[in-house]
């Protein structure tokens, strides 16, 4: 048994049914491998356990996929068995030993070769030709005493390669065993709940959709599949029981409108930003959100975002640039949401807001600049921006209000920004008047002291310290 594979069950029984492979095998002969088991039962017979545990390793596609998986460990594991097992440690530091002391020894016998005088009776071109030809024959039997040595290094490093390569390819057979179950799994499902999705993905193949609508079908997986519905424009996928959205959706790049409501949503795949024609979000209501992608901010498209009833913890900060959006709907994620981005107020489009039943206390300073707002909904906030009486006169007063507060905000900043300036100007004022006055001091005192004369009596308040 290969001693690298002691640790990876799953490469070893694939690698153990290589000779059993007929039409799904890669393109290639493998040699016999005395390490392995024959082909066919008794391979089974060696690996019992791993089989039992994982039932879906007898599903031949599956086998396939992972004999694909694994050809470069496959191709290298043959090459080593050729070349022999890895070099001990002693052989390794000896190896690197050797080399060190003829790499010594060379550089040694170039400077002597360099240093060397040319003697009076020989031409100087002649002379160098003599020394490249000796400078040649010195390294080639330099490279011929290392050659051994660094063949030890190369072996040693290919093991240590190998050993690597070994550890990805059982992650990757493991990953192609747990997708294939998942698919197993949902495809069980899905024939035993409603053979009719599968169907609409064998008539999607054969014409263009634009509307599938799988709304309570209790689906607890979505075929990646879906994604290739080029032409579709409206998706529902609400009443199921999806944890996740595939990132094959990003497919759909003409899709308008995705409903996936009342699933078990925990978050949306980043590729959904890829959706740029899409304006209905995308009721997402209903779910486990804690947050909400940033790329959903690049779909300049989307007029309608509904995601109450979530885990939210708050909104991408760059919101704002969804300025075709008219409609948003954050109501009842309760404790989680607690404030808005400053963006919200570059929603210049947005007509209806609710952000109800939150543990929102102030609204963004830039909320006032929202001209198009209509339809607000504050309620069940522990509000103190703006204030009770404000929010009780409506929508109106309460633009009116976060208008007012963000032009004193930005007279308040152009204040303090002016008054900085002037203290610096100020400043350097009084620094060049001070100099200046020194300056003249120091000129006057002169003057005053020759007028006088050296000998002169002085006046005793000049000599005053000042």
């Not at 030890?152 to 747990?178: F, G, N, S, T």
């Not at 999607?204 to 609508?213: I, W």
Request: glycine content about 4%; aromatic content about 4%; proline content about 6%.
């Amino acid at each position: 048994m290969d001693p690298h594979l002691k640790s990876y069950p799953l490469l070893s029984y694939v690698l153990s049914r290589l000779p059993s492979m007929s039409s799904s095998k890669p393109h290639y002969d493998p040699p016999s491998d005395l390490e392995q088991p024959p082909p066919a039962s008794s391979s089974s017979a060696n690996h019992p356990s791993i089989v039992d545990e994982m039932p879906n390793l007898s599903h031949p596609k599956v086998l396939a996929s992972m004999t694909h998986a694994i050809f470069d460990v496959a191709q290298t594991r043959s090459v080593l068995q050729t070349l022999g097992p890895r070099p001990d440690h002693e052989s390794v530091d000896m190896a690197r030993s050797k080399l060190a002391e003829i790499n010594s020894g060379l550089s040694k016998s170039l400077e002597e070769l360099v240093l060397s005088p040319r003697p009076a009776d020989v031409d100087q071109a002649e002379w160098r030709a003599h020394l490249a030809e000796k400078e040649q024959r010195i390294r080639q039997e330099a490279e011929k005493e290392m050659s051994m040595y660094k063949s030890i290094l190369q072996l040693d490093e290919m093991h240590e390669a190998y050993e690597k390569l070994v550890k990805q390819a059982e992650e990757r057979l493991i990953k192609i065993y747990e997708k294939a179950g998942e698919v197993e799994e949902s495809l069980e499902q899905i024939e035993e709940t409603d053979p009719e999705v599968v169907g609409i993905l064998e008539e999607a193949q054969g014409k263009g959709l634009e509307r599938v609508d799988l709304c309570g079908r209790k689906l607890r997986f979505l075929p990646e599949a879906f994604g290739k519905i080029s032409g579709l424009l409206s998706f529902n996928l609400s009443g199921n029981q999806l944890e996740v959205i595939p990132d094959s959706l990003a497919g759909l790049q003409k899709l308008e409108e995705l409903n996936v409501s009342s699933n078990l949503l925990e978050s949306l795949p980043d590729s959904i930003g890829l959706l740029q024609n899409l304006k209905i979000l995308l009721s997402v209501y209903l779910n486990k959100l804690r947050s909400l992608p940033t790329s959903i901010c690049k779909m300049r498209s989307l007029h309608f975002l509904d995601a109450h009833f979530n885990e939210l913890r708050g909104l991408p900060d760059e919101i704002g640039r969804l300025t075709n959006l008219e409609v948003l709907n954050v109501r009842c994620n309760f404790s989680d949401l607690t404030e808005l981005p400053e963006s919200l107020g570059e929603l210049t489009n947005l007509k209806e807001l609710d952000i109800s039943n939150n543990q929102i206390n102030a609204l963004p300073d830039s909320f006032g600049r929202l001209d198009k707002l209509t339809k607000l909904n504050v309620d069940q906030n522990p509000l103190v921006v703006p204030p009770k009486e404000i929010v009780d006169q409506g929508v109106d007063a309460i633009k009116m209000f976060m208008a007012e507060r963000w032009v004193d905000k930005l007279a308040e900043e152009e204040r303090e920004s002016m008054m900085e300036v002037n203290e610096v100007e100020e400043t350097g004022w009084l620094t060049r008047s001070a100099s200046m006055l020194k300056s003249y001091a120091s000129v006057v005192g002169e003057t005053v002291s020759t007028y006088l004369g050296s000998a002169g009596p002085r006046d005793p308040v000049l000599d005053e310290a000042r």
